[in-house]
């Protein structure tokens, strides 16, 4: 079926650009962007939709979310079903289209299932490109056994049985690479060093040998895909971009020798700096925190927006993530305002727009509203460029997001 509309008038936010450009008209055909102009002829049977006084803009992208990981304690998946974690992250997903998020990469957990239930339009949900479990040594950031529990325990059957497989040893991380590979992530996600949500790996601790890492990227990458990598400590970043890992996760504790080799070599950072606000904001209590893991949370906070300074400096391209669970995702549009306390507005529409476009291996198709990309996009009330609080207030101020050319959310004046 041959669907067509024009949006019209509408003054186009390019992300490659510094300010908004003059009004255009936007064709859209069969889910995607045929034409961009300052006049485009409506033909009969064309639908026009008038959004003069409004900015059009690419649907946003987050690089690092978890569907699954929705209780307040990640270990606490340990006592919930697949089918109830399953249920709970199509609410999540629902919510962070209608925020604008028309894709998402999930870096724990997500999998090729609830990929293809999206892409089937069984549930509202972004645009998926998932990594499925993510690889952990024993005792590593995605190990989240008490330690009183035995190697015989099983939690295989409940939701933090998603999360993440446990590796140990060159032909272990060789097959659990091989495995998630297998069964169709888009990406594999390895844990590098300790981390905030984990109860028993310290913070600074280095986790995987370098054998163990080169392993993991060579397989991927003879696959033709790429290997993410969570790591706070200087450390570890470079011992993960020495040995293949294109995209550093959350990256903190960054030094500047560290963030120009990233440069140098076209890696990648994904910073998630507004889930340690939030946990802060919350308190243990409500976040769902230990007094050992808020310490920890008040470390990476604190070092957060230090890092993002160091990777402008150097030139390394900066993606967004939110990392949030259900009990923080609201705070997700308000993760941008949080990195242009640092960043220019423009490098942060970039960064989740154009940016994580390149991370998640789609320029041209997503980020941005060329012809030939994918028709999601965003119809807000005010200029982002000027005031990224538009996007933070997305329930009055995102007036219209629309997925492959159909809107999944519209509010007045937006009439469709």
């Avoid at 942060?348 to 789609?362: C, E, L």
Wanted: aromatic share 4%; charged share 20%.
């Amino acid at each position: 079926m041959n669907e067509r509309l024009i949006l019209t008038g509408g003054r186009l936010l390019d992300p490659r650009k510094d300010a908004l450009g003059p009004p255009m008209d936007i064709l859209i055909e069969d889910g995607l962007v045929k034409e961009v102009a300052e006049h485009i002829t409506v033909s009969p049977g064309v639908s026009c939709i008038d959004v003069h006084g409004r900015t059009v803009m690419p649907g946003l992208i987050d690089a690092h979310v978890h569907m699954f990981m929705n209780e307040m304690n990640i270990a606490a998946l340990a006592g919930v079903p697949q089918t109830y974690a399953t249920a709970k992250s199509t609410m999540v997903l629902r919510q962070m289209l209608h925020r604008g998020w028309t894709s998402v990469r999930d870096v724990a957990g997500g999998d090729y299932g609830m990929r293809e239930a999206a892409e089937a339009g069984y549930i509202e949900s972004p645009r998926l490109f998932v990594g499925g479990k993510a690889i952990s040594q024993t005792g590593g950031h995605g190990d989240f056994r008490g330690r009183a529990a035995s190697g015989d325990d099983c939690a295989c059957c409940t939701g933090l049985a998603l999360f993440s497989t446990l590796a140990d040893g060159v032909p272990e991380v060789i097959k659990a690479t091989r495995e998630q590979l297998r069964l169709g992530a888009d990406h594999i996600k390895i844990m590098l060093s300790g981390g905030v949500a984990s109860p028993n790996d310290p913070l600074d601790s280095i986790q995987y040998r370098v054998d163990e890492i080169a392993a993991c990227t060579e397989e991927a990458e003879r696959w033709g895909s790429y290997v993410c990598a969570h790591a706070y400590s200087d450390v570890a970043i470079r011992r993960g971009i020495l040995n293949g890992i294109r995209c550093i996760e959350h990256g903190n504790f960054v030094g500047a020798e560290t963030a120009t080799m990233m440069a140098e070599r076209g890696a990648f950072v994904v910073p998630t700096l507004i889930v340690h606000e939030a946990n802060t904001r919350l308190g243990g209590a409500a976040s769902g925190k230990s007094p050992s893991s808020m310490a920890k949370n008040e470390r990476v906070r604190v070092a957060g927006l230090a890092a993002l300074k160091v990777y402008r400096a150097a030139g390394v391209q900066i993606g967004y993530g939110s990392d949030l669970s259900m009990h923080t995702q609201h705070f997700q549009n308000e993760g941008l305002k949080l990195n242009a306390t640092v960043l220019s507005n423009a490098d942060v529409i970039r960064s989740a727009t154009i940016v994580n476009a390149k991370i998640i291996r789609r320029e041209g198709l997503l980020g941005e509203l060329v012809p030939g990309a994918h028709a999601d996009l965003l119809v807000v009330d005010g200029d982002p460029y000027s005031d990224l609080d538009v996007l933070s207030r997305h329930e009055d101020r995102i007036l219209a997001v629309m997925q492959a050319g159909k809107f999944v959310r519209a509010v007045p004046p937006i009439s469709v």
